[in-house]
Nanobody, 127 residues
Framework: QVQLQESGPGLVKPSQTLSLTCSVS??????????WSWIRQPPGKGLEWIGY???????YYSPFLESRTSISRDTSKNQFTLQLSSVTPEDTAVYYC???????????????????WGQGTQVTVSS
């Protein structure tokens, strides 16, 4: 079973860049038809899809966050990384990385729609 684990700083100052890494075990990030997403859940709100990097390295981002988002990968470490620039307190959320097989979910209602997901990491944007 594929397992995912988010890591990164829990506190980021406004205007800085948020950077999170997802470490994958039990499967390769280059496995055909696997899509690796970042999702977040602000306090008191639903899930918000941020973007994905596919098995072939292609990326696609939410149009609402595209100008500030970059997702990359390190195949040697079996990891993929989220960078979100120019953060504000509105970017405070629990951030998750997740896997889908053969499909991309851009409006998730629940993490259970994904094949696998990490436990989530709280990121607070505050000075």
């Amino acid at each position: 079973q594929v397992q995912l684990q988010e890591s990164g700083p829990g506190l980021v100052k406004p205007s800085q860049t948020l950077s999170l890494t997802c470490s994958v075990s039990g499967g390769s990030i280059t496995t055909n038809n696997y899509y690796w997403s970042w999702i977040r859940q602000p306090p008191g709100k639903g899930l918000e899809w941020i973007g994905y990097i596919g098995y072939n390295g292609d990326t696609y981002y939410s149009p609402f966050l595209e100008s500030r988002t970059s997702i990359s990968r390190d195949t040697s470490k079996n990891q993929f990384t989220l960078q979100l620039s120019s953060v504000t307190p509105e970017d405070t959320a629990v951030y998750y990385c997740a896997l889908t097989d053969g499909v991309v979910i851009v409006m998730p209602q629940s993490l259970t729609e994904f094949a696998s997901w990490g436990q989530g990491t709280q990121v607070t944007v505050s000075s």
